[in-house]
């Protein structure tokens, strides 16, 4: 007689043999015949009532494991490129098992989202637990819906938080996640495609009371997928972080060197010095000294810290919190430029000659303390003759030497002609309890310019530096606009008076003429945004094609590696190109250069759309009590469905619908960019002088509807509420007339 295997033996075997379970497999393999299948099935049942096996038809797994055959839902690739994947349905008590899709050449393709019914085999001693073979789809990526639920008797509705969208999704009762009424979720789409009414929706994440303190970011965070949690294993690695010591790095502690920053400033990453050049073959030179964070010391590739930072691309500001690139205990504290705390940098020694030309530069690797942490007001305050007592001390060693070598500078930069836009920049105010206080713009000071300056002399010198040593880097890279834009923009400063030469090569320098002719004008605004609008929007690429907007050939971030990870692959380039350590760009890293590249620059173009509608949501709660109120602007942009205003006081956009316009029917002009009425001829197009009313104010869209009152100083024509609480209605008698035509219609089929 055979001896019958215990249970730990079988729970071993079942575990080792997913998918050949079945009661005759395990009989066979253990030798089992006769009527000792009775006494195994005895056990098997025995090991199902203990919830150590599940049995699924004939076959027995473990229940802490997949079926060898399973439905997962592909994840978004991570760092490296990979493509994981997670059950469709889990039953285990343990964490979800990691799944790794390893696609065939032949494959289907699949993306994140998508659905698909897959062969799964166990592996042991790497970073997941299964690998996945595609069988073959079953199901297309889920559109993720954010929205508010509005609760019904069965189920109920999710409304959209997009500005100008009317779609509205259905939730069915088992649908609902256990959400309430009024409460902000996340959703994918559920059902067919194609069914009448509205479209279905299963909600799978519940975010709160949408009118919370500070949910409006929470808002755009969930909306634009924007990765706002750090996983544990990243902030364990950042707490494991220690501080580097000085080996091997130039002493630069004793210089005086200070950072410049917004009072609001959440992190320290750059460090200016400057003072008179004593080489007597460079007369009424200066030195500048540029000191950066280093962030690659801390942040080495590959690492948890690495991916993760990879991953989010950059830091994303807004006005109630900051998610970040690097984890608090990196960006607030180890890399962050702390007055008086010694810190490790990559610092550029620039020498500039008396025009402002930069003809020299050296990057070391060093140790620095800062002297002070400044911000722009009392810097410019101290220059204007203001100091208090942190700058007073300063004033002749430190402030007066950079805004001296920033005067060299500005020379150069004058000659170089970048683009030179004039918007300033809104800064809304909150209340401790995240409402809005203020909104107002801020003051622009020598201060900024002369930190942005000596930034771009520094981003210019890393480019330089890297070419000459002949190392992959990522360029910083603006190409000039595009010809259908630039006849947009002649149009534009055409309608206002103004030229832009045809025929020639543009040049910033062409640009700049036209910005210099609009001001002062009431033309000023308009001809800065428009201009604004006409380029193309700067990206990173491995390839070098040059910064038309700053008018420079060499151009790469340098100056920001806490808050972008592109800088981070500079320093990494440098320090791999100067053989300061191992932790410079890897092989894996060159490799990656495009993916990186591409990866980085939609983060950056996320955080940008994210941040603009968290301001836009913030302007409408801080307007939204001022409903009824009358408010000056100007035409920011024509749409055939109605006219974009630029409101002055807060620089808020806002849209007059098309149908508020008065009583005739107004024709669109694409080309030109205008509104024509067909009766009275009037002509609204972008530039003119506005006065409107608030007409609505949606806080969780963000969206702004305006009337229209007075045109250029004078009212519309019929009054600015021709219509307004007049709905179109039918012509008298129309009735009447449709139903004797049909009448008619019918009495002449009969006779046919």
């Known amino acids: 007689m055979k001896q019958l295997p215990s249970k730990a033996e079988l729970l071993t075997w079942i575990a080792a043999n997913p998918g050949h379970a079945a009661k005759r497999d395990i009989a066979k393999a253990f030798g089992i015949k006769g009527a000792d299948r009775i006494e195994l099935k005895r056990l098997l049942r025995e090991l199902e009532g203990e919830g150590s096996v599940d049995r699924d038809r004939k076959h027995y797994r473990d229940p802490e494991g997949l079926p060898p055959v399973t439905v997962l839902t592909i994840l978004a690739a991570d760092r490296q490129g990979d493509m994981f994947a997670r059950p469709m349905e889990w039953q285990g008590d343990g964490p979800e098992p990691r799944i790794l899709f390893v696609p065939r050449k032949a494959d289907a393709p699949v993306a994140e989202g998508d659905r698909i019914l897959a062969r799964v085999n166990p592996v042991g001693g790497e970073a997941h637990h299964y690998e996945a073979r595609l069988i073959r789809k079953i199901g297309v990526s889920t559109q993720k819906i954010v929205g508010i639920f509005r609760k019904a008797v069965e189920g109920g509705r999710i409304l959209p938080i997009d500005k100008g969208a009317d779609k509205e999704w259905l939730v069915a009762a088992g649908a609902t996640h256990g959400a309430t009424d009024g409460e902000l979720v996340e959703a994918e789409l559920a059902g067919p495609k194609g069914r009448m009414g509205l479209p279905r929706a299963r909600i799978i994440n519940r975010l709160g009371d949408p009118s919370a303190p500070k949910a409006v970011s929470l808002i755009a965070i969930h909306q634009h997928g924007i990765p706002d949690a750090f996983p544990d294993a990243v902030l364990a690695a950042a707490d494991a972080v220690t501080e580097t010591d000085a080996e ?13 920053d917004p009072a609001d400033a959440r992190d320290r990453d750059d460090a200016v010095y400057a003072e008179i050049d004593t080489d007597s073959s460079n007369p009424g030179g200066y030195t500048v000294w540029v000191a950066i964070a280093d962030v690659a010391a801390y942040v080495t590739p590959g690492s948890a810290l690495d991916r993760e930072a990879r991953l989010r691309g950059n830091s994303t500001y807004f006005p109630d919190r900051v998610v970040p690139m690097l984890p608090d205990r990196l960006s607030g504290d180890l890399c962050s430029l702390h007055e008086g705390v010694l810190r490790p940098a990559l610092a550029v020694r620039l020498t500039l000659n008396a025009d402002g030309e930069k003809i020299a530069h050296r990057f070391t690797r060093a140790m620095i303390r800062s002297a002070a942490s400044l911000t722009y007001e009392e810097v410019q305050a101290a220059f204007d003759g203001n100091p208090n007592d942190r700058c007073g001390p300063l004033l002749d060693p430190v402030i007066r030497p950079l805004y001296a070598a920033f005067e060299a500078a500005s020379k150069a930069r004058d000659r170089r002609q970048p683009l030179d836009l004039d918007l300033p920049e809104r800064r809304i105010e909150l209340t401790e309890d995240g409402r809005v206080k203020s909104v107002a713009f801020r003051d622009r000071f020598d201060a900024h310019r002369l930190i942005e300056e000596f930034m771009i002399l520094a981003n210019v010198a890393a480019a330089e530096e890297l070419i000459r040593l002949k190392r992959p880097l990522l360029f910083r890279v603006h190409e000039e606009p595009s010809p259908l834009k630039l006849d947009a923009l002649r149009d534009v ?23 210099s002719s609009a001001e002062g004008t009431d033309f000023d605004e308009l001809i800065n945004i428009t201009t604004l609008r006409s380029m193309q929007q700067a990206y990173y690429h491995p390839d070098n094609f040059g910064h038309f907007g700053l008018a420079l050939r060499n151009y790469a971030h340098f100056t920001s590696p806490i808050r972008r990870y592109a800088d981070l692959i500079v320093h990494r380039a440098l320090i791999a190109g100067h053989k300061w350590g191992k932790d410079g760009l890897s092989a894996q890293d060159e490799e990656m250069l495009d993916d990186t590249a591409q990866m980085i620059s939609a983060a950056e173009r996320r955080s940008m ?16 009590d001022r409903v009824g109120a009358e408010f000056p602007g100007r035409i920011s942009g024509i749409a055939r469905f109605g006219v974009f205003v630029k409101l ?8 007059i619908p098309i149908r508020s316009l008065g009583r005739e029917f107004f024709h669109y002009d694409a080309n030109s960019q205008t509104l ?23 806080p969780v869209t963000g969206g702004l509807m305006l009337e229209l009152l007075t045109l250029e100083g004078a009212e519309m024509p019929g009054g600015p509420s021709a219509r307004r609480g007049h709905p179109m209605g039918r012509k008298a008698g129309a009735g009447k007339a449709r139903t004797a035509k049909v009448k008619r219609k019918v009495e002449r089929t009969r006779r046919g």
Do not use: C, F
């Open 493 to 515: 400063a055409e309608a206002s008076g103004l030229t832009l030469a045809k025929g020639q090569v543009l040049k910033t320098s062409h640009l700049n003429r036209l910005l």
């Open 648 to 655: 002055d006081e807060t620089g808020a956009d806002g849209l």
């Open 609 to 624: 759309a994210a941040e603009r509608d968290t301001t836009d949501r913030y302007l409408a709660a801080y307007l939204s």
């Open 676 to 698: 024509m009425g067909s009766d009275t001829g009037l002509t609204i197009g972008i530039g003119q002088r506005v006065l409107v009313r608030l007409a609505e104010a949606v």
């Open 248 to 260: 091997g790095r130039e002493d630069l502690t004793r210089m005086p060197i200070v950072t410049i």
